[in-house]
């Protein structure tokens, strides 16, 4: 009872601070709990597709094939393979930490996986529609090809910044994900 206690303490927290919050200021306490509610709902919507893909990954990719284009050895493809997923991905930016964990558990560089997750975060093709037909062709473009080298140079310095066993202590954390 303890350890669950210990585990879910900080959700517990907030589930008390809530029904104090809802007992001093209903009205501002239903705004939370219905604004917790849609994001489960989304959450609930978006998770499970997200699992399953990962599962066929996991699957069907073997890790030599992840080393290979996106591993150490990888250079400019494995930097592109990244962008070009995380461009294509779909979905809120919380559905790619579960994609990176697989990627780590599959032998994909460091900096490749910082890359996805900014290309995911900041480049997603729903997005860049919504860009081109809110703000114009030239604003999206400008701004995608900007973001682009960003994201490299800040993934870059990252992975250099990072030391190896902080990196190494990141990959275990991704290899006991699952568990």
């Known amino acids: 009872m303890k350890k669950?206690?210990?585990?879910?303490?900080?959700?517990?927290?907030?589930?008390?601070?809530?029904?104090?919050?809802?007992?001093?200021?209903?009205?501002?306490?239903?705004?939370?709990l219905n604004i917790t509610a849609y994001s489960l709902k989304e959450m609930i919507l978006v998770i499970p597709p997200i699992f399953v893909l990962l599962g066929l990954l996991d699957i069907w990719v073997p890790r030599e094939t992840m080393v290979?284009?996106?591993?150490e050895g990888s250079g400019l493809k494995g930097i592109l393979l990244s962008i070009f997923i995380g461009f294509a991905a779909a979905g809120p930016l919380y559905g790619a930490f579960p994609v990176a964990a697989v990627f780590m558990k599959k032998g994909v560089k460091f900096s490749n996986i910082l890359i996805f997750i900014g290309a995911w975060s900041t480049t997603k093709i729903p997005m860049f529609l919504f860009e081109v037909a809110a703000l114009g062709t030239q604003f999206a473009v400008t701004r995608l090809l900007i973001d682009i080298p960003g994201i490299i140079i800040i993934a870059v310095i990252l992975a250099k910044l990072v030391s190896k066993n902080e990196i190494k202590k990141i990959y275990q954390n991704a290899e006991n994900f699952d568990h």
């Open 4 to 32: 669950i206690l210990k585990r879910y303490r900080a959700f517990l927290v907030v589930v008390a601070a809530v029904l104090v919050l809802t007992i001093f200021n209903y009205e501002l306490g239903m705004k939370a």
């Open 68 to 71: 290979k284009y996106m591993g």
